[in-house]
């Protein structure tokens, strides 16, 4: 299994409003899957970002394609095969 960052641009806000609930659930259903990594949106408001995992790019593309928010043509999508490495210190008080 690999990990692939999918970058989603914000294409239409107001069907972003209208798919949240929907891009949600479907986010939920595979993270159930385990498919989802980590996910979370941009503070700025332009778009956010999921890290799947997954056999290959082919497969991440079939199912951010079926993601509400790209299926709507609420977000675009951009998919980068990620290689992850943790260099993070715990946080002593």
């Known amino acids: 299994m690999s990990y692939f960052a999918v970058f989603s641009p914000m294409l239409d806000q107001e069907k972003n409003v209208t798919f949240r609930p929907d891009h949600l659930a479907y986010l939920k259903e595979k993270a159930e899957e385990g498919k989802v990594f980590a996910k979370g949106r941009f503070t700025d408001g332009t778009g956010g970002l999921v890290i799947y995992i997954a056999e290959n790019h082919d497969e991440v593309e079939a199912i951010v394609k079926k993601d509400p928010y790209v299926a709507s043509g609420a977000r675009g999508y951009e998919i980068h095969e990620w290689e992850m490495t943790v ?6 008080d």
């Open 87 to 92: 260099e993070a210190s715990p946080i002593v």
